[in-house]
């Protein structure tokens, strides 16, 4: 059984930084590609990063390209998402998830192939 929860949400000004943890349960986590997703009110969840399973190969939506970071701990089970430089605009609830097929050979960014998420964690910066 895969479950994932995120920490790391809160309050901060326009220029500041938060990082984001998802922590993971369950077996192979190594086999996992795993993306951040946010959801502002009124609009729809959207791709905000994801990394490969293997690590080395990560995607970005537009908007964060140059400030927001993914990484992953195998070891540790953890995937992060560093956030830079933020903007009211990335005020959202930011999700973690899993892809629904371990070890997918192409990087996915929509929704529809992410198969476990966490409850969300509420990022608001205030301008």
């Known amino acids: 059984q895969v479950q994932v929860a995120e920490s790391g949400g809160g309050l901060v000004q326009a220029g500041g930084s938060l990082r984001l943890s998802c922590a993971f349960s369950?077996?192979?986590?190594?086999?996992?590609?795993m993306g951040w997703f946010r959801q502002a009110p009124g609009k729809e969840r959207e791709f905000v990063a994801a990394?490969?399973?293997?690590?080395?190969?990560?995607s970005y939506t537009e908007s964060v390209k140059g400030r927001f970071t993914i990484s992953r701990d195998n070891a540790g089970n953890t995937v992060y998402l560093q956030m830079n430089s933020l903007k009211p605009e990335d005020t959202a609830v930011y999700y973690c998830?899993?892809?629904?097929?371990?070890?997918?050979?192409?990087?996915?960014?929509?929704?529809?192939?992410?198969?476990?998420w966490g409850q969300g964690t509420q990022v608001t910066v205030s301008s």
């Open positions: 998830a899993v892809d629904s097929r371990p070890g997918r050979p192409v990087l996915g960014v929509r929704k529809e192939g992410y198969g476990y």
């Open positions: 369950g077996r192979a986590f190594s086999s996992y590609t």
């Open positions: 990394i490969k399973w293997g690590g080395g190969t990560t």
